[in-house]
């Protein structure tokens, strides 16, 4: 009997290391962001994505706008990568661009003067490296600008 409970006491305390430590993670990440800046305070986005054309939008009066159809749901999931957490960051110098998808960039948002390069995913793990400045972070996989809705092809008329 002794030995059980000597077990299960060790199997509690590793749980809540574990917990603990996995708290401590989710915490830190909260406290990383990619940008500092406010998502619903933008006035200008920016996107170029390889395979489109560039696209422009500015707020005005609490409503983007572009020279073509805007999709607000989209504009919103640009200005919201802005908070995107990171795991890390890295010195420029310590990485080569070109192996990581950074020379050229996927893709490259601009949030007000914040420019975001765009690159490729990590060989392990579900994450990306976006280059801010002189620094790359590596961020979850799925933090990359969405490509515009294609718009429907007219169809022929049947025979």
């Known amino acids: 009997m002794r030995p059980r409970l000597l077990a299960l006491a060790v199997l509690a305390i590793v749980v809540a290391a574990v917990g603990w ?9 909260r406290g990383h962001t990619l940008t500092g800046l406010d998502p619903g305070r933008l006035e200008r986005i920016d996107v170029s994505l390889r395979g489109f054309a560039a696209q422009h939008f500015e707020r005005h009066d609490g409503h983007w706008t572009s020279s073509g159809t805007v999709d607000e749901g989209r504009v919103a999931d640009l200005a919201d990568l802005a908070r995107t957490p990171v795991f890390e960051w890295k010195p420029l110098g310590d990485v080569d661009a070109g192996k990581i998808g950074l020379s050229p960039p996927m893709a490259v948002l601009t949030l007000d003067n914040v420019r975001l390069e765009f690159g490729d995913m990590t060989a392990l793990g579900k994450r990306r490296y976006v280059r801010e400045g002189d620094r790359v972070a590596i961020v979850p996989a799925q933090a990359l600008p969405r490509p515009p809705r294609m718009q429907a092809l007219p169809t022929r008329p049947g025979p």
Request: aromatic share 12%; charged share 35%; proline share 0%.
């Open 21 to 29: 430590q996995w708290h401590a993670d989710e915490a830190d990440a």
